[in-house]
């Protein structure tokens, strides 16, 4: 299962944002064992490295960078990724982008804590609590 981790999936388990870390580890712990293949879009990286070096420090976000670009595959953004973010029925443009980005590497489904920004979706959009309970279920 190749699943499109939004950005605030990311955070919550870098910044260890309560009450959502524990299950961003789960959801990270299933790619690190191969349960799952994750996946980021390349405009996550960069947001989160902004959002890291202000609450962390350039040091730890830059490692925090390159742990997510070994464990994770990174979605492209292109002309062809924001061309059809644009045609999309998204209401936000970000959301559109990483969502297209995602849809180009074929990804089964996304993960994230804001799905009613996904509603347009295709594919399926997957609450961190949902996801993980997936996980448990197929690994049983």
Do not use: W
């Amino acid at each position: 299962m190749k699943i499109l981790f939004d950005t605030n999936v990311v955070l919550d388990l870098l910044l260890n944002r309560e009450p959502f870390a524990k299950d961003a580890a789960i959801l990270f712990n299933a790619v690190e064992s191969c349960k799952i293949q994750g996946v980021l879009c390349a405009t996550t990286i960069t947001t989160i490295d902004y959002l890291c070096a202000k609450s962390i420090g350039g040091t730890l976000a830059k490692q925090a960078i390159k742990s997510l670009l070994e464990l994770f595959l990174i979605a492209e953004v292109n002309q062809k990724i924001l061309v059809a973010a644009l045609d999309s029925s998204f209401a936000d443009f970000e959301d559109a982008v990483l969502y297209q980005a995602g849809i180009y590497v074929g990804v089964d489904g996304l993960v994230t804590r804001n799905v009613k920004d996904f509603s347009s979706a295709e594919s399926p959009v997957y609450t961190p609590p949902d996801l993980c309970q997936i996980i448990q279920t197929v690994q049983h």
